[in-house]
């Protein structure tokens, strides 16, 4: 099992696991933000994952992606793998509204991190520890 680099483990609050990736939440209430962190070491690209888990990374993302959707009713998701402050691969799945405050623009640097009241983190990792009961290992 590999360890989720330490500025993730930092950052962010792990919900659970998938077959292939740790579903995280991103300690910043200004938006709904997840990452995917596939349990493989030393790897930083997509790539570099063998065929058949990069469709299952695919399958995973698409799965949040999708129930973030329905379930923040965003007007945009934004996935994205970018590793230039953590090099172990991590993939950004940000809930975005035409009313955030970054909007049309990305979120990094847009302002500072807000972070959540202990029960509202507590509800946020349960409702969605709830939506994919069925799907994590």
């Known amino acids: ?30 938006y709904p933000w997840f990452i995917l962190v596939p349990d493989r070491d030393d790897v ?35 996935i994205a793998a970018l590793g230039n402050m953590v ?7 940000v809930v975005r509204y035409q009313s955030d405050l970054a909007w049309p623009l990305p979120i990094w640097g847009a302002a500072p991190a807000k972070p959540y009241l202990e029960h509202e983190l507590r509800e946020r990792v349960g409702e969605v520890k709830c939506w994919f009961q069925d799907e994590m290992v």
């Open 44 to 78: 930083s690209e997509i790539f570099q994952l063998l065929p058949q888990e990069q469709q299952q990374l695919m399958v995973e993302s698409s799965r949040l992606a999708e129930l973030l959707a329905e379930r923040f009713r965003a007007d945009k998701i934004n």
């Open 87 to 93: 090099p172990q691969l991590h993939i950004h799945h």
């Open 1 to 30: 099992m590999a360890e989720i680099h330490h500025q993730l483990q930092q950052d962010c609050v792990v919900i659970g696991r998938f077959s292939l990736c740790h579903l995280l939440l991103m300690k910043d209430a200004n």
